[in-house]
Protein backbone atom coordinates (compact mmCIF):
# COMPACT_ATOMS: atom_id res chain seq x y z
CA UNK A 1 0.00 0.00 0.00
CA UNK A 2 2.96 2.07 0.41
CA UNK A 3 4.55 1.86 -2.82
CA UNK A 4 4.90 5.08 -3.65
CA UNK A 5 6.62 6.04 -1.10
CA UNK A 6 9.15 3.00 -1.86
CA UNK A 7 12.25 2.86 -4.06
CA UNK A 8 11.64 0.19 -6.52
CA UNK A 9 14.56 -1.58 -7.93
CA UNK A 10 13.19 -4.14 -10.98
CA UNK A 11 15.21 -7.01 -13.07
CA UNK A 12 13.64 -9.47 -15.28
CA UNK A 13 12.36 -9.67 -18.48
CA UNK A 14 12.21 -6.47 -21.05
CA UNK A 15 7.70 -7.37 -20.86
CA UNK A 16 7.62 -7.37 -16.85
CA UNK A 17 10.11 -4.61 -16.69
CA UNK A 18 7.66 -2.92 -19.01
CA UNK A 19 4.63 -3.72 -17.14
CA UNK A 20 5.61 -3.16 -13.89
CA UNK A 21 7.14 0.30 -15.07
CA UNK A 22 3.75 1.20 -16.58
CA UNK A 23 1.61 0.39 -13.55
CA UNK A 24 4.22 2.47 -11.24
CA UNK A 25 3.70 5.50 -13.26
CA UNK A 26 -0.40 5.18 -13.96
CA UNK A 27 -0.30 4.58 -9.97
CA UNK A 28 1.31 7.81 -9.14
CA UNK A 29 5.19 6.36 -8.08
CA UNK A 30 7.82 8.88 -9.03
CA UNK A 31 9.95 7.92 -11.50
CA UNK A 32 13.07 9.41 -9.92
CA UNK A 33 12.61 6.07 -7.28
CA UNK A 34 12.59 3.33 -9.99
CA UNK A 35 15.39 1.75 -10.80
CA UNK A 36 15.37 -0.67 -13.04
CA UNK A 37 18.26 -3.25 -14.44
CA UNK A 38 19.98 -3.43 -18.04
CA UNK A 39 22.18 -5.59 -19.75
CA UNK A 40 24.63 -4.24 -22.33
CA UNK A 41 25.55 -7.30 -24.75
CA UNK A 42 27.48 -5.31 -26.85
CA UNK A 43 30.28 -5.57 -24.08
CA UNK A 44 29.73 -9.32 -22.46
CA UNK A 45 30.95 -12.37 -24.71
CA UNK A 46 29.32 -14.35 -27.06
CA UNK A 47 27.51 -16.76 -24.97
CA UNK A 48 23.94 -18.54 -26.14
CA UNK A 49 24.17 -17.68 -29.54
CA UNK A 50 27.79 -18.06 -29.62
CA UNK A 51 30.00 -20.17 -31.79
CA UNK A 52 31.91 -23.15 -30.20
CA UNK A 53 35.20 -23.25 -30.93
CA UNK A 54 36.57 -26.86 -29.63
CA UNK A 55 38.30 -29.36 -31.35
CA UNK A 56 37.37 -32.54 -32.64
CA UNK A 57 33.50 -33.68 -33.84
CA UNK A 58 32.36 -32.14 -30.86
CA UNK A 59 33.15 -29.01 -31.93
CA UNK A 60 31.67 -29.65 -35.58
CA UNK A 61 28.24 -30.39 -34.11
CA UNK A 62 28.37 -33.73 -35.93
CA UNK A 63 28.18 -35.48 -32.21
CA UNK A 64 24.82 -36.27 -31.39
CA UNK A 65 23.14 -36.13 -27.57
CA UNK A 66 19.91 -36.74 -25.83
CA UNK A 67 18.91 -34.20 -23.09
CA UNK A 68 16.71 -35.68 -20.61
CA UNK A 69 14.40 -33.60 -18.19
CA UNK A 70 14.07 -35.66 -15.50
CA UNK A 71 11.06 -34.15 -13.59
CA UNK A 72 9.05 -33.09 -16.77
CA UNK A 73 9.67 -36.50 -18.19
CA UNK A 74 10.96 -34.67 -21.57
CA UNK A 75 13.70 -35.42 -24.01
CA UNK A 76 14.95 -34.06 -26.97
CA UNK A 77 18.36 -34.52 -29.15
CA UNK A 78 20.92 -31.78 -29.91
CA UNK A 79 24.56 -31.55 -31.18
CA UNK A 80 27.66 -30.14 -29.31
CA UNK A 81 27.31 -26.94 -31.40
CA UNK A 82 24.09 -25.31 -29.62
CA UNK A 83 23.68 -24.28 -25.99
CA UNK A 84 21.09 -26.63 -24.22
CA UNK A 85 18.82 -23.19 -24.33
CA UNK A 86 18.79 -22.49 -27.77
CA UNK A 87 18.34 -26.21 -28.19
CA UNK A 88 15.74 -26.22 -26.12
CA UNK A 89 13.86 -23.51 -27.41
CA UNK A 90 14.15 -24.99 -31.33
CA UNK A 91 13.24 -28.15 -30.04
CA UNK A 92 9.42 -26.91 -28.34
CA UNK A 93 11.13 -27.22 -24.55
CA UNK A 94 10.86 -23.82 -22.59
CA UNK A 95 13.83 -23.32 -19.97
CA UNK A 96 13.73 -20.89 -17.33
CA UNK A 97 15.62 -18.17 -19.04
CA UNK A 98 16.21 -14.29 -18.65
CA UNK A 99 19.32 -12.48 -19.89
CA UNK A 100 20.64 -15.87 -22.64
CA UNK A 101 24.16 -14.27 -21.61
CA UNK A 102 25.72 -16.18 -18.45
CA UNK A 103 24.98 -13.08 -16.45
CA UNK A 104 21.09 -13.46 -14.54
CA UNK A 105 21.37 -16.57 -13.38
CA UNK A 106 17.66 -17.33 -14.58
CA UNK A 107 18.90 -21.19 -16.08
CA UNK A 108 20.61 -22.36 -13.38
CA UNK A 109 20.32 -25.92 -13.61
CA UNK A 110 21.25 -28.89 -11.80
CA UNK A 111 23.19 -31.46 -14.07
CA UNK A 112 21.83 -35.08 -12.82
CA UNK A 113 24.08 -36.91 -15.27
CA UNK A 114 26.46 -35.48 -18.02
CA UNK A 115 28.63 -33.39 -18.93
CA UNK A 116 28.95 -29.96 -20.49
CA UNK A 117 31.39 -26.90 -21.61
CA UNK A 118 30.00 -23.82 -19.90
CA UNK A 119 31.55 -20.27 -20.66
CA UNK A 120 29.53 -18.03 -18.34
CA UNK A 121 29.85 -14.15 -17.67
CA UNK A 122 29.52 -14.61 -13.83
CA UNK A 123 26.05 -15.63 -13.26
CA UNK A 124 26.96 -18.66 -11.40
CA UNK A 125 28.73 -18.74 -8.14
CA UNK A 126 32.04 -21.32 -7.90
CA UNK A 127 29.82 -23.42 -4.98
CA UNK A 128 27.13 -23.70 -7.07
CA UNK A 129 29.71 -25.19 -10.41
CA UNK A 130 30.64 -27.35 -7.26
CA UNK A 131 26.83 -29.10 -6.53
CA UNK A 132 26.51 -29.75 -9.99
CA UNK A 133 24.47 -26.73 -11.28
CA UNK A 134 25.02 -25.13 -15.07
CA UNK A 135 23.48 -22.28 -16.80
CA UNK A 136 21.86 -23.45 -19.72
CA UNK A 137 21.88 -20.54 -21.89
CA UNK A 138 25.89 -21.22 -21.88
CA UNK A 139 26.40 -24.74 -21.58
CA UNK A 140 26.88 -26.84 -24.79
CA UNK A 141 26.76 -31.10 -24.02
CA UNK A 142 29.91 -32.77 -23.91
CA UNK A 143 27.93 -36.03 -23.40
CA UNK A 144 24.19 -37.26 -22.97
CA UNK A 145 22.30 -34.71 -19.98
CA UNK A 146 20.04 -36.10 -17.35
CA UNK A 147 19.12 -32.54 -16.53
CA UNK A 148 16.85 -31.69 -12.92
CA UNK A 149 13.66 -30.01 -14.51
FE1 LIG B 1 20.66 -15.50 -17.69
FE2 LIG B 1 21.23 -18.03 -18.37
S1 LIG B 1 19.46 -16.89 -18.84
S2 LIG B 1 22.33 -16.73 -17.03
Do not use: W
Not at 32 to 44: L, M, V
Not at 64 to 75: D, E, F, K, N, P
Request: with cysteine; charged share 25%; proline share 6%.
Amino acid sequence: PDYRDREVFICGPGGYMDASRKMLVEGGHDPARYHQESFNFAETVECAQGPVAEPGAEASGEVGYTVQLARSGRSFSMDGSQTVLVAARKAGVPLPSSCSQGICGTCKTKVLEGTVDMKHNGGIRPREIEKGMRLMCCSRPTSDLILDL
